[in-house]
């Protein structure tokens, strides 16, 4: 059975940092494409990042761009984003996904096929 686990979602101030992690379970995504979502209440679910399991290339939205790295730690089948000077407009729920088999590093959520069940990120002004 795959699971995908969020961790690390919080309060934090406007400027500040968080370090969110996926645990990723119940099958190989050597051949996988990882990424990242949010979604803000009344808003579609966003791309934010995706990286690919193997060799490790990223893709970030544009609106992330220099604040936010996404990375993983193949040992562990973990998924990382870290976050930095993180907006109000950050705070969303995220989601961790995985797109099984993927040919490219997609920004299309239905193109993803597992999904955790999210972390809170609450950005205060």
């Known amino acids: 059975q795959v699971q995908l686990v969020e961790s690390g979602g919080g309060l934090v101030q406007a400027g500040g940092s968080l370090r969110l992690s996926c645990a990723a379970s119940g099958r190989t995504f050597s051949r996988d494409v990882m990424g990242w979502f949010r979604q803000a209440p009344g808003t579609e679910r966003e791309f934010v990042a995706a990286i690919r399991w193997s060799g490790g290339s990223t893709l970030s939205a544009d609106s992330v761009k220099g604040r936010f790295t996404i990375s993983r730690d193949n040992a562990k089948n973990m998924v990382y984003l870290q976050m930095n000077s993180l907006k109000p407009e950050d705070t969303a729920v995220y989601y961790c996904?995985?797109?099984?088999?993927?040919?490219?590093?997609?920004?299309?959520?239905?193109?993803?096929?597992?999904w955790g069940q999210g972390t809170q990120v609450t950005v205060s002004s």
């Open positions: 996904a995985a797109d099984q088999r993927a040919w490219f590093l997609s920004v299309e959520y239905i193109d993803y096929d597992y």
